[in-house]
């Protein structure tokens, strides 16, 4: 079993340019979660989808969509990217509640 | 909303004790989870509070006082592999239980 598994690893962007964040879980869990972790921040969450179907807004949801594609998928997409987006994002499931999260390997995305 | 607090930095002893806190601040309270994250790495599950008293998992335990909105995680015979960040975390007692807040963090390092 694979459990989560985030594409790419590593990412380099310029200002202004768009891509996509791609979680992945075999975990057959409801709950999937965007976080991106700043130094000394903590991690923030961003977008979560409580179950297949739907999506709401985290703490710091500006600058970015998401979508669950399934069950197993939910993309985090940056529609025009900026510094202030360089971070360490991570993608996480949990099977209902979000007392016990499993988290993937994470995405290292930097934005010049 | 929410706020958790952790001390920023801890040094420890191989083989001793230490007890890394949290305190938090939030208008509802579901109980607190732990999650341990080595440089570079992805945060790993330890443990969750539900309900007031001590759980205990190999050598961490885990306290919660909802008295005193405070818990605790204690790792007791300390390895050089417990060298990490440590994160509380807590979902909102108020809707939106999915939102988990994660504390700052605190980086336990031990020395020989």
């Known amino acids: 079993n694979a459990g989560v598994t985030q594409t790419p690893k590593f990412q380099v962007l310029k200002t202004g340019q768009s891509m996509t964040l791609q979680c992945a879980q075999d975990m057959n869990h409801n709950s999937m979660y965007w976080y991106r972790q700043d130094p000394g921040m903590g991690l923030r969450l961003i977008y979560y989808?409580?179950?297949?179907?739907?999506?709401d807004k985290g703490e710091v949801p500006n600058g970015y969509n998401v979508s669950r594609l399934n069950k197993r998928e939910f993309s985090l997409r940056l529609e025009s990217a900026a510094p202030s987006q360089t971070s360490v994002y991570f993608c996480?499931?949990?099977?209902?509640?979000?007392?016990?999260?499993?988290f993937g390997q994470g995405t290292r995305l930097t934005v010049v | 909303g929410q706020s958790l607090e952790q001390p920023s930095e801890v040094t420890a002893v191989e083989g001793a004790i230490v007890q890394i806190n949290c305190t938090y601040q939030?208008?509802?309270?579901?109980?607190l989870s732990w999650y341990q994250q080595h440089d570079g790495g992805a945060p790993t599950f330890l443990s969750y509070?539900?309900?007031?008293g001590l759980e205990e998992t190999g050598r961490f335990s885990s306290f919660l006082s909802r008295s005193d909105s405070y818990g605790y995680l204690l790792l007791q015979e300390l390895q050089m592999k417990d060298s990490a960040s440590y994160f509380c975390a807590a979902p909102p007692g108020s809707g939106g239980y999915q939102k988990v807040t994660f504390g700052t963090g605190t980086k336990l390092q031990v020395i020989p």
């Open positions: 989808s409580a179950s297949e179907g739907t999506t």
């Open positions: 996480a499931t949990s099977p209902g509640g979000a007392t016990e999260a499993f």
């Open positions: 939030t208008s509802g309270f579901y109980g």
């Open positions: 509070n539900a309900l007031d």
